[in-house]
């Protein structure tokens, strides 16, 4: 009820809307649309109600990560057409694995905080209360399951081109983080269910650090956020460009097997591509050449001997020569 009073509001724009008109809208009394309405300020929302006139958005809290703040007039045919948002959970990627089978494709989990959030290989992603973006999408692409982990580049792609759009000049360290000024600020996680022949469900998650000044010592050095940067970006407008980013390149490559708009964003704007990098694999550490990301999304290096290597994501970390890129 409340995401419909705030639905209603949102539509009305910048005009009051009195407390009967609501009632009778959401057929509820006004007593009950006066409750609502309180909690709805509790939360955030910044509703001006004024005597006789009624209610009226003052400005959209542009800090909670809602259904309704997400997805008023986002132009998306699935994603994000149904929203789950937590104030705490433990891992937005677990949640969304145990939910998987019976949601619907595009649902997305978001939380204010995880007290478990995780990288990959069973590492920690520190997920502090309100300081980031920590969300997982359910996705049901009818692909073969091999094909699954290109969607980890489509997810870089996505959030690389929606920063780079709302101005924040960030990077793609292959395969799974963003960069801004060689630190990371943010990271992706594919978890993927399946059949030999076919996909039950992927779980891709998303972190971002967002309004993070102070990092944990342990990612002190490798970390970064946003405001950190001097960006101070609203984390619903990036949720709200990610989305339709990926929504556009997800379906050119599930629907068409079209892979080039992904790999020319990967591409442009590679932090590793041209650069000396460490491939670190178990205990092994080998300094390599970068040179490009082929067009399997494997990335391309040469090795001391020469040779001209492939590598595919998910086997390997990287390591920049001086440090994290
Ligand atoms: P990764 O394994 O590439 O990176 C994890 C490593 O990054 C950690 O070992 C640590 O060194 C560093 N790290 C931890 N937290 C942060 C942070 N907040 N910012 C920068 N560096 C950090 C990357 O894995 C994939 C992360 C996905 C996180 C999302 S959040 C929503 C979803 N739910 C969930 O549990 N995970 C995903």
């Given at each position: 009820m409340r995401e419909k009073i705030i639905e209603t509001i949102l539509n009305n724009q910048d005009e009051f809307i009195s407390g009967e008109e609501l009632s009778k809208q959401l057929g509820i009394s006004r007593a009950a649309v006066w409750k609502h309405i309180k909690v709805l300020k509790?939360?955030?929302?910044?509703?001006?109600?004024?005597?006789?006139?009624g209610y009226k958005l003052v400005k959209k809290p542009d800090d909670l990560l809602t259904y309704n703040n997400i997805c008023h007039e986002l132009d998306t045919n699935f994603m994000g057409r149904k929203i789950e948002h937590f104030d705490t959970i433990c891992s937005?990627?677990?949640?969304?694995?145990?939910?998987?089978?019976?949601?619907?494709?595009?649902?997305?989990?978001?939380?204010?905080?995880?007290?478990?959030?995780?990288?990959?290989?069973?590492?920690?992603?520190?997920?502090?209360?309100?300081?980031?973006?920590?969300?997982?999408?359910?996705?049901?692409?009818?692909?073969?399951?091999?094909?699954?982990?290109?969607?980890?580049l489509i997810a870089?792609?996505?959030?690389?081109?929606?920063?780079?759009?709302?101005?924040?000049?960030?990077?793609?360290?292959?395969?799974?983080?963003?960069?801004?000024?060689?630190?990371?600020?943010?990271?992706?996680?594919?978890?993927?269910?399946?059949?030999?022949?076919?996909?039950?469900?992927?779980?891709?998650?998303?972190?971002?650090?967002?309004?993070?000044m102070e990092f944990s010592q342990e990612i002190s050095e490798i970390a970064t956020s946003l405001y950190k940067e001097n960006y101070r970006i609203s984390r619903v407008d990036i949720v709200r460009s990610i989305i339709v980013e990926f929504e556009?390149?997800?379906?050119?490559?599930?629907?068409?097997?079209?892979?080039?708009?992904?790999?020319?964003?990967?591409?442009?704007?590679?932090?590793?591509?041209?650069?000396?990098?460490?491939?670190?694999?178990?205990d092994s550490k080998e300094l390599v050449k970068c040179i490009d990301i082929n067009d399997q999304g494997n990335l391309v290096i040469k090795d001391n001997s020469d040779k001209t290597r492939e590598i595919m994501s998910g086997e390997v970390s990287i390591r920049g020569v001086k440090g994290y890129v």
């Amino acid at each position: 009820m409340r995401e419909k009073i705030i639905e209603t509001i949102l539509n009305n724009q910048d005009e009051f809307i009195s407390g009967e008109e609501l009632s009778k809208q959401l057929g509820i009394s006004r007593a009950a649309v006066w409750k609502h309405i309180k909690v709805l300020k509790e939360q955030g929302y910044n509703i001006e109600s004024v005597n006789k006139k009624g209610y009226k958005l003052v400005k959209k809290p542009d800090d909670l990560l809602t259904y309704n703040n997400i997805c008023h007039e986002l132009d998306t045919n699935f994603m994000g057409r149904k929203i789950e948002h937590f104030d705490t959970i433990c891992s937005t990627n677990d949640y969304a694995k145990s939910i998987a089978s019976e949601s619907l494709d595009g649902t997305i989990i978001i939380s204010e905080e995880q007290t478990k959030g995780k990288g990959r290989l069973g590492r920690q992603w520190h997920s502090k209360i309100s300081e980031g973006i920590w969300m997982s999408a359910i996705l049901k692409p009818n692909i073969s399951p091999y094909k699954a982990p290109f969607i980890t580049l489509i997810a870089g792609a996505s959030i690389v081109s929606a920063l780079n759009k709302l101005g924040v000049n960030s990077q793609i360290k292959w395969p799974n983080d963003i960069i801004i000024n060689n630190k990371k600020v943010a990271g992706i996680l594919t978890e993927l269910s399946a059949e030999i022949e076919r996909i039950n469900y992927i779980v891709l998650g998303i972190g971002i650090n967002v309004k993070t000044m102070e990092f944990s010592q342990e990612i002190s050095e490798i970390a970064t956020s946003l405001y950190k940067e001097n960006y101070r970006i609203s984390r619903v407008d990036i949720v709200r460009s990610i989305i339709v980013e990926f929504e556009r390149l997800y379906l050119d490559y599930i629907n068409k097997g079209l892979k080039e708009s992904t790999l020319k964003i990967c591409r442009e704007y590679s932090a590793i591509i041209g650069k000396e990098i460490y491939i670190l694999q178990g205990d092994s550490k080998e300094l390599v050449k970068c040179i490009d990301i082929n067009d399997q999304g494997n990335l391309v290096i040469k090795d001391n001997s020469d040779k001209t290597r492939e590598i595919m994501s998910g086997e390997v970390s990287i390591r920049g020569v001086k440090g994290y890129v």
